[in-house]
């Protein structure tokens, strides 16, 4: 069981930065594929980034590419999302997500086997 805890979201303006934070509990941390998602109001939650166990493939979402930064620090149970130049279409709820599994695509919700319960990033105009 691994319980998921985000932090770091709040409000800023369009071209601001943010570091979103996703700290982890067990020991197992450094086994799982780290992703993040969001949700816009009124929308389905979408991919947005994602990190092998040790750190060796990221993924991202092609709207994300050079404005998003996923990064993990294992002995921290932790990983981060910089968020830079921030558009008003990035406000949503952020998620964390663990994967256990190699084998399943890191951009698709239906692979995470556990889930945070959400940071609002709310970016003003």
């Known amino acids: 069981q691994v319980q998921l805890v985000e932090s770091g979201g709040g409000l800023v303006q369009a071209g601001d930065s943010l570091r979103l934070s996703c700290a982890a509990s067990?020991?197992?941390?450094?086994?799982?594929?780290m992703g993040w998602f969001r949700q816009a109001p009124g929308k389905e939650r979408e991919f947005v980034a994602a990190?092998?166990?040790?750190?060796?493939?990221?993924y991202y979402a092609d709207s994300m590419k050079g404005r998003f930064t996923i990064s993990r620090d294992n002995a921290k149970n932790t990983v981060y999302l910089q968020m830079d130049s921030l558009k008003p279409e990035d406000t949503a709820v952020y998620y964390c997500?663990?994967?256990?599994?190699?084998?399943?695509?890191?951009?698709?919700?239906?692979?995470?086997?556990?889930w945070g319960q959400g940071t609002q990033v709310t970016v003003s105009s």
């Open positions: 997500a663990a994967k256990r599994s190699f084998l399943t695509t890191p951009m698709a919700q239906r692979s995470y086997d556990y």
């Open positions: 067990g020991r197992t941390f450094s086994t799982y594929t």
């Open positions: 990190i092998t166990s040790d750190g060796d493939k990221i």
